[in-house]
């Protein structure tokens, strides 16, 4: 009678939950029962725990990462275009124009958990759990062109890139012509006021050609033909070219290539399959129906005991003490470094999880669960864009392979329960989960320059706090007690409260889970 009691009340208190990160599931099979259950979970969230500038932790936008009044700035290069052009065009303090960017993220992840758990003995039950998962992030984005002060389009190497090519030639002559003047000037007359004269021309021409070709390979803009940035290029070569005349060389004889087509509101987002980033357009991404990473665990009762009760009572209070040992494996699909704003089905990478799950009882109504666990995450190799976290449209040159060494994790969760019947109870839960930040290194090849991967790790610590409810309707008593099929169903509501790091999701979570008994040996 005593363990048949511990038993229904374990049960009773446990609100099946998300398995990746919910001790309080952790609850014995009876030996030779098996239980079969699914549980749909979504969580949705558009904010994140971010950090200021300042360190202190603050609520973000997940779409303030694609929001700025310069729009060129998202995208890589821009800073380098404008340093270029003021040093082509003379203009002191140089801004380029282009437009403003909004944009609203929401993330979502749709996961149907099957799980499958057998009582080897009274205190051991094993079983694994598969997440099927789908995962989908929703942009709306906005673009408004400047159209009165506007001075970028699209980069003429997109749509004439014959034209770039003869230009940056005709620069490159002339810069070997003024080296080679400036060389047989000075091989005549070391020191003369003529040596340094075509000196200093050659080296204004092999500079202007040098910020020319920055300029037109360094994003997809470039200054709009019959723009006033347009206007100073154009004086700029032509006084080059006259100075390079009058020095009885040849001159420019191209003229400068600009931008003929003014940047759109889906020729915006559309940018970056283009110049520098190489990747997917930039707008929602709707996953496909794929596994989760895979779960195996067994579960094994430390201690159990009671305490006030007779033969003819139940007992006052009950406690038990369960140990969880947990695998989880890398079956999961992890976001494509080309797709941005992709989120993955899993980590793809292997977890060895320890559990410890406490549970009492007092009385009839009320008990008590708290729960704690800590995992090391194994490393594993993978392809990143290697950028600070804010930055979404990470330029390709930023590629690489990477070593990533997952931080250890430990979290403990609390549910207080009240059972208003024999089948019928409601619980509440908070739970604090915290991550260390991880490690990456570069490994093997890469098909851009070098970079330095701590920019990774400097927002991928974790600190979550959760609070939620659960409803829960469990016919377990009258199975054990009476012979009645069992039935166990819970629905559960989980909303992130708190949380630092930088990346933490602000997440809410709804899930409703449904789980069977069936006997496989044994006694009915």
Same mark, same amino acid.
């Given at each position: 009678?005593?363990?048949?009691?511990?038993?229904?009340?374990?049960?009773s208190?446990?609100?099946?939950?998300?398995?990746a990160?919910?001790?309080?599931?952790?609850?014995?099979?009876?030996?030779?029962?098996?239980?079969?259950?699914?549980?749909?979970?979504?969580?949705?969230?558009?904010?994140?725990?971010?950090?200021?500038?300042?360190?202190?932790?603050?609520?973000?936008?997940?779409?303030?990462?694609?929001?700025?009044?310069?729009?060129?700035?998202?995208?890589?290069?821009?800073?380098s275009?404008?340093?270029?052009?003021?040093?082509?065009?003379g203009?002191?303090?140089?801004?380029?124009?282009?437009?403003?960017?909004?944009?609203?993220?929401?993330?979502?992840?749709?996961?149907?958990?099957?799980?499958?758990?057998?009582?080897?003995?009274?205190?051991?039950?094993?079983?694994?759990?598969?997440?099927?998962?789908?995962?989908?992030?929703?942009?709306?984005?906005?673009?408004?062109?400047?159209?009165?002060?506007?001075?970028?389009?699209?980069?003429?190497?997109?749509?004439?890139?014959?034209?770039?090519?003869s230009?940056?030639?005709?620069?490159?002559?002339?810069?070997?012509?003024?080296?080679?003047?400036?060389?047989?000037?000075?091989?005549?007359?070391?020191?003369?006021?003529?040596?340094?004269?075509?000196?200093?021309?050659?080296?204004?021409?092999?500079?202007?050609?040098?910020?020319?070709?920055?300029?037109?390979?360094?994003?997809?803009?470039?200054?709009? !033909?019959?723009?006033?940035?347009?206007?100073?290029?154009?004086?700029?070569?032509?006084?080059?070219?006259?100075?390079?005349?009058?020095?009885?060389?040849?001159?420019? !004889?191209?003229?400068?290539?600009?931008?003929?087509?003014?940047?759109?509101?889906?020729?915006?987002?559309?940018?970056?399959?283009?110049?520098?980033?190489?990747?997917?357009?930039?707008?929602?991404?709707?996953?496909?129906?794929?596994?989760?990473?895979?779960?195996?665990?067994?579960?094994?009762?430390?201690?159990?005991?009671?305490?006030?009760?007779?033969?003819?009572?139940?007992?006052?209070?009950?406690?038990?003490?369960?140990?969880?040992?947990?695998?989880r494996?890398?079956?999961?699909?992890?976001?494509?470094?080309?797709?941005?704003?992709?989120?993955?089905?899993?980590?793809?990478?292997?977890?060895?999880?320890?559990?410890?799950?406490?549970?009492?009882?007092?009385?009839?109504?009320?008990?008590?669960?708290?729960?704690?666990?800590?995992?090391?995450?194994?490393?594993?190799?993978?392809?990143?864009?290697?950028?600070?976290?804010?930055?979404v449209?990470?330029?390709?040159?930023?590629?690489h392979?990477?070593?990533?060494?997952p931080?250890?994790?430990?979290?403990v969760?609390?549910?207080?329960?009240?059972?208003?019947?024999?089948?019928?109870?409601?619980?509440?839960?908070?739970?604090?989960?915290?991550?260390?930040?991880?490690?990456?290194?570069?490994?093997?090849?890469?098909?851009?320059?070098?970079?330095?991967?701590?920019?990774?790790?400097?927002?991928?610590?974790?600190?979550?706090?959760?609070?939620?409810?659960?409803?829960?309707?469990?016919?377990?008593?009258?199975?054990?007690?009476?012979?009645?099929?069992?039935?166990?169903?819970?629905?559960?509501?989980?909303? !992130?409260?708190?949380?630092?790091?930088?990346?933490?999701?602000?997440?809410?979570?709804?899930?409703?889970?449904?789980?069977?008994?069936?006997?496989?040996?044994?006694?009915?």
């Amino acid at each position: 009678m005593r363990r048949s009691l511990a038993l229904v009340t374990l049960l009773s208190l446990v609100g099946a939950a998300h398995l990746a990160a919910q001790v309080l599931d952790d609850a014995l099979v009876p030996r030779g029962r098996a239980r079969i259950e699914m549980v749909p979970v979504f969580t949705r969230w558009e904010s994140r725990f971010g950090r200021t500038a300042a360190g202190a932790t603050d609520r973000e936008q997940l779409g303030e990462d694609l929001t700025s009044g310069a729009a060129q700035t998202l995208f890589p290069g821009a800073e380098s275009l404008r340093t270029a052009i003021e040093a082509m065009s003379g203009i002191a303090g140089y801004t380029a124009v282009l437009g403003e960017a909004q944009a609203r993220v929401a993330k979502d992840i749709t996961r149907i958990e099957f799980g499958g758990h057998v009582g080897v003995f009274d205190w051991l039950t094993v079983g694994a759990v598969l997440p099927w998962t789908r995962t989908r992030t929703s942009v709306d984005v906005a673009f408004r062109p400047d159209t009165i002060a506007g001075d970028l389009g699209l980069n003429p190497t997109a749509t004439s890139a014959s034209a770039v090519t003869s230009f940056l030639q005709s620069l490159s002559s002339a810069a070997s012509a003024a080296q080679t003047n400036a060389s047989q000037v000075c091989g005549g007359s070391p020191g003369s006021g003529a040596c340094t004269s075509a000196q200093a021309l050659a080296d204004r021409t092999a500079a202007f050609r040098g910020s020319a070709a920055t300029a037109y390979g360094a994003s997809a803009f470039f200054p709009l !033909a019959g723009s006033a940035t347009q206007t100073s290029l154009s004086q700029a070569v032509t006084t080059l070219s006259a100075d390079l005349i009058a020095a009885g060389l040849g001159g420019i !004889a191209v003229p400068m290539a600009f931008a003929t087509q003014a940047i759109s509101e889906s020729d915006y987002w559309s940018l970056p399959v283009g110049v520098g980033v190489q990747g997917a357009p930039l707008g929602s991404v709707k996953g496909l129906w794929h596994a989760g990473d895979v779960e195996v665990s067994a579960t094994m009762r430390l201690l159990e005991g009671s305490g006030g009760g007779s033969a003819e009572a139940a007992p006052r209070f009950t406690y038990r003490l369960l140990g969880t040992v947990l695998g989880r494996l890398p079956t999961g699909q992890i976001d494509d470094p080309d797709v941005f704003l992709d989120v993955g089905t899993g980590d793809g990478q292997a977890d060895l999880e320890g559990r410890l799950l406490g549970q009492a009882t007092f009385g009839r109504h009320l008990g008590m669960q708290m729960g704690v666990r800590y995992g090391v995450q194994l490393p594993r190799t993978l392809v990143l864009r290697v950028a600070p976290p804010e930055t979404v449209l990470a330029a390709y040159s930023t590629r690489h392979m990477v070593e990533w060494t997952p931080g250890a994790y430990f979290g403990v969760e609390i549910a207080p329960v009240w059972r208003l019947s024999d089948e019928l109870s409601i619980a509440g839960e908070y739970r604090v989960f915290r991550k260390y930040r991880d490690e990456y290194a570069l490994t093997g090849t890469s098909v851009g320059a070098p970079v330095d991967p701590a920019v990774l790790e400097i927002e991928s610590g974790v600190t979550l706090h959760e609070v939620g409810g659960t409803l829960r309707f469990d016919t377990m008593a009258r199975w054990l007690g009476e012979g009645a099929r069992p039935l166990q169903a819970h629905l559960r509501v989980l909303r !992130a409260v708190g949380g630092g790091g930088g990346l933490t999701p602000v997440t809410t979570q709804v899930e409703f889970g449904v789980r069977l008994f069936r006997r496989l040996w044994g006694p009915s």
